[in-house]
């Protein structure tokens, strides 16, 4: 036997100014089929809404399987340092999952500039009163759904752009600056409501509303995106393309 069911989730990240919303529907079944344990996806399809207040919208679908279920990340996963947001750098290279007197300080030799990349600023760590900056590596490995934004470009010069060589990423970090990790990443919950591990097979619906406008940036350009989900044991999915859209 097999259920339907549908989840909506909203999320808004600390280092970025994106607002993510999830709606995901669900079929799990009792009666397993034979499921690949990592997950696979399939594009669906993809839509630009122009809002009100500089907000605009774009939504996507993508279909999705995994064998066993463990999708998404709960409260359950917070202790769990494989998700965390970021490690931090210590004097020797470690990437260690908690503050200690080991970890760089701004200032220290041969290190990057102070940016929103590498370090975190104006942290009370030791609970003395006196905020540090102190080194980084932002953990890739706490978003569970990644995007990749492009645009269709003449990048021979041959005045010719249907060659799917053609695309060109975007980098909105460069673009809009200043954030760690600004892009279209996201994270959505566990869709398994079982403690037992079982297949699901569903729908994800990413809305991605964000605080600037992207459709006066490029609105002249073909676009398309690539996106891949991640599950808790860090199997990747296959990589998939929309078609190709506009921001009109």
Known sequence: MCRFYAIMVNAHFKYSLIFLLFLVSVVSCNEPPELPLGPTISFNSIEFKEGLNNRDSLILKV?????DGDLGLGREDEGDVRYQEFFFVTTTGELIPTFD??????????????????????????????????RVEFNENFFNIFIDFFYRADTNGDGDIDDDTDYILIDFN?????????????????????????PLRGTLTYKMTNSFRIS?????????????????????SNVVSSNDFTLQ
């Open 63 to 67: 279909d999705f399987e995994d064998g």
């Open 101 to 134: 007197n080991r970890v760089v300080r701004f200032g220290a030799p041969n290190q990057p500039p102070l940016d929103f990349e590498h370090w975190i600023r104006d942290i009370d760590f030791d609970g003395d009163d006196v905020e540090d900056t102190v």
């Open 174 to 198: 460069d673009i809009f600056g200043g954030q760690p990790g600004f892009n279209l990443n996201g994270r959505f919950f566990r869709l398994n409501t079982s403690d037992n591990e079982r």
């Open 216 to 236: 006066p940036i490029f609105r002249d350009n073909i676009l398309k995106v690539d996106i891949q989900i991640q599950d808790r044991a860090l199997n990747k």
